[in-house]
C-alpha cells in the first residue's frame, strides 16, 4: 500500500522558515516526481514545488519561487520543502504527490496524494 505522510507544518510568523517533509512507502518511486502543492481553503489546489526522479530537475510555482528549495532523498524515500520568508498568504494545507514521469504542475496528473499538513503564517 503507498503512503505519502507529510509532516513539518505549524504556526508559525511571517518571516520565518518552515521545512516540511515527505516520506514515501509501500513501493518504489523509481522514475517518478514527487511535488508540493496546497491548497487555502476556498480556493483551488495550487502547485508549489516538483522535483524530477534523479533529482537534477526542479521547477516552482510562481508564488514561491526564489522562497523555496526542494529536495529528495531518493534512498531514504523522502523528499522536503525548505520555505523561507514566509508570509501570511502562504498559509495552506501542503500536500506530497507522486506522477510518474516528469514533474508535473497539474494536480489531476497526480495519482498518489498524503494527507497533507497544516501551515499557518501569521503576520
Known amino acids: 500500500q503507498v503512503q505519502l505522510v507529510e509532516s513539518g507544518g505549524g504556526l508559525v510568523q511571517a518571516g520565518d522558515s518552515l521545512k516540511l517533509s515527505c516520506a514515501a512507502s509501500g513501493r518504489t518511486f523509481n522514475n517518478y516526481a514527487m511535488s508540493w502543492f496546497r491548497q487555502a481553503p476556498g480556493k483551488e489546489r495550487e502547485f508549489v514545488a516538483g522535483?524530477?526522479?534523479?533529482?537534477?530537475?526542479?521547477e516552482y510555482g510562481d508564488s514561491v519561487r526564489g522562497r523555496v528549495i526542494i529536495s529528495r532523498d531518493k534512498i531514504a524515500n523522502m523528499v522536503i520543502l525548505d520555505m523561507n520568508s514566509l508570509k501570511p498568504e502562504d498559509t495552506a494545507v501542503y500536500y506530497c504527490a507522486a506522477a510518474s514521469g516528469p514533474i508535473q504542475t497539474l494536480a489531476y496528473r497526480y495519482r498518489f496524494w498524503g494527507q497533507g499538513t497544516q501551515v499557518t503564517v501569521s503576520s
Open positions: 522535483i524530477s526522479w534523479t533529482g537534477g530537475t526542479a
